[in-house]
């Protein structure tokens, strides 16, 4: 009698071990996670394809903006004070530069990256059939001062 008041004893045991161990687990998997402590939105990645450095250098500003341009629209011709580094999220666009006299021209999509140089004078245009969405990050912009500089036509791109 003995032996069996153990064994049920004994088999109490492990089932109250199980139930508690039970609870606890569902305690643990129910709890609310911690907010997080930061979170990211990617808004774009692209490949660079242009081969472009740009200097950088301790106190100056950095400016970055979404640009979205219509089928057909164009930029203007500009430069950058510090240049741009331009990542292209949707559409295509050709790039007009004067470079040397010469008329440099180059197509870019969506996936794809490229960056203009400080003081390089461009247009660029929507010869895609949607419009384009770029994200640009500006270096290198003096304090205060706008990231673009409105310049006009070098004339080394005839039609554009």
């Known amino acids: ?22 609870a606890v687990f569902k305690a643990r998997a129910t709890a609310p996670s ?12 692209g490949t660079d394809v242009s081969d472009g450095t740009i200097p950088l250098q301790v106190g100056t500003d950095v400016a970055m ?52 140089r400080p003081g390089e004078v461009d247009q660029v245009v929507n010869t895609g059939t949607i419009p384009y969405v770029l994200f640009v990050t500006f270096p290198h912009v003096p304090p205060g001062a706008s990231p673009r500089i409105d310049q006009p036509d070098p004339g080394t791109c005839p039609g554009v």
């Open 1 to 22: 009698m003995k032996r069996k008041l153990t064994q049920t004893l004994f088999a109490m045991a492990v089932v109250a071990l199980a139930l508690a161990g039970a």
């Open 34 to 45: 911690p907010p997080p402590i930061f979170t990211q939105l990617a808004l774009a990645r």
């Open 65 to 116: 903006a979404q640009i979205t341009v219509d089928v057909g629209g164009f930029s203007g011709w500009h430069s950058h004070p510090g240049g741009a580094m331009i990542i292209v999220k949707q559409g295509s666009l050709t790039v007009y530069g004067s470079n040397g006299g010469q008329c440099e021209v180059a197509t870019y999509s969506a996936g794809q990256a490229f960056i203009e």
